[in-house]
């Protein structure tokens, strides 16, 4: 759908540098990175906003590296939704019409089905200065999609929402992108929105692509170190192998992985939810230690637990419930573990 | 609105005798003149044909530098130029300027020794004591008022917006057209009103392009020079007064127009 090959976008300050995506139809595909990686102008550049310097880039197989904005058949909706603040709701939704040949007719009915679905009845005569952050977003969404664009590109939709917005405004992306079948992109720095959106995606750094693919694939089976630390994944430690099993570097500790590592491994990591707390003499998996509880932090409904067993720490997720019923707390022991499956080389 | 507290009033203080210094000699102005004598200089011809010809070529100038400083002021903030901030400097400068040298200087580059005094003069357009002179004169001084008014106008409008507009079909111009120029174009009102003033008040240029046909503020120096402060009061008053309301129309016309800026 939109393949992106060998490109490079050099600015005097940054550059994204030989860049390869596949986006495929129907996908859901997030670019991820932390800020200052390059992903908004990425994102730009498949717009037509920041030309590419070199590369290609195909929309269905036709290069349209080097057309203008305006040709492309792509629609983005900004961050901040950029309305436009003269028009009202009505006329920024049409505002698109007049440039992609739709007849009146045709726009009126896109028009009148965006609104009932979208939720926009009771404000297409009001202007910008006067919706909220969700009536904005909802409004900026109609504006590209009555264009029926070949691909929709959001970059970071979420981000300037109040969070009492936020969930709404996460389950109209996914109505949106379910009912019309559409081709999204979206650009984002939360993995918990992305985990929820999208399917497919890649994980940006420094204007290069680190990793792309599946979703739960980059979220479980992180690549490399930066992608592990990016997604959440904790319990990250250098091994070597010792038989079947993973023994981590400076210490007698070993760990028995789901299956024989790949030999250029280095590092493993367990996600810290993993962890699972264990009723002492009663383990469940098979990796199964006691250590003893070196801090407990809040993070939520949840509590970050840090164990020590045999000289390593691990980090723990466990319910505030467990912490209560168990009567855990700072400097006594635990017994705890982590299924093989849940343990990750790379 | 913060309440007025100790350091506010001793700042009011410091600052009083700079809006006396304003004021005052406006007031006395305005007021010394008998209504008698006002009526009387209003039915002077020759003095209603001054404040009209002042006030008529300061819009003509003010209109020239919407049609041509309204793209450089759109380049100016929007692109980077080779030598972009010589070109600032540039219109900058009548602002620095002493006037008369501003009249000097283009009777210079007027005149008939100089090729384009001369190719002017071949295609029939005489700059010397003629209100197209005046015309070049009051935009001289008057386009940096214009262009900085308007450039900050365009500085304001988030680029995003633009952007936005490509995004969804609009070509570069329809841009402008339909995004850009609506959301600047108070500035551009109020950059009209800047030069205006600035073109209406214009004395020393003009004086030295064209004495005739005379503008207001060349007769005021006249009647000040032949008869004394008496005779040219009145005319001053006039202009002020046409003048300010001339402004005040013009300010409500741009705070009319923008529902979202209600």
Redesign the interface.
Known sequence: MISLHHINLHLPDFSLTDIHLQVHRHDFFALIGPTGSGKSLLL?GI?G?MPFTSGILLSDGRDITRF???KRN???V?Q?F?L???LNVFKNTL??TT??NISKKEAGQRFTYLVSALGLEKIVHR???NLSGGEKQRVALA??LI?NPQVLLLDEPLSALDPVFHDEARQLLKKVHKELRMTIIMVSHNFDEVLYLANRGAIIKGGRIMHQGDILSIFEKPDSRFTANFVGMKNIMPYHLNGSSLQITGTRLEIIPHCPPDPAHQYMGIRPENILFHIPGNPVCKNHFTGKIKDIASCGVFLRVQLETQGVMFEAVWPAAHIKQFRLETGKTAAFGFPSVAVHTF | MKQMDLMGWLFLFLGLPLILLLTLPLISMTTEPSAAMLKETIADKDVVAAIARSISLSLCAAGLAFIMGTPLAYLLARKELPGKRLLEGIIDLPIMIPHPVVGIAILSLAGRNHPIGHFLSDVGIQIMGTKTGIICVLLFVGLPFYINTVKSGFDSV?V??E?????????AL?TFI??TF??TWRHMILGIIMCTARAISEFGAVVIVAYHPMTAPVMIYERFTAFGLKYSQPIAVWLIFISFVLFVMLRMLSKSI???NR
Request: aromatic share 14%; proline share 13%.
């Open positions: 730009e717009m906003i203008p904005v305006e792509l629609a983005l900004y901040d950029a436009f603040p003269h505002y698109g440039f992609h202007y910008p200065h504006r590209s264009l | 988030p995003r917006l952007n936005a507009s490509r995004t969804l079909g609009a070509g329809t339909r995004i609506p959301l923008h529902p979202y």
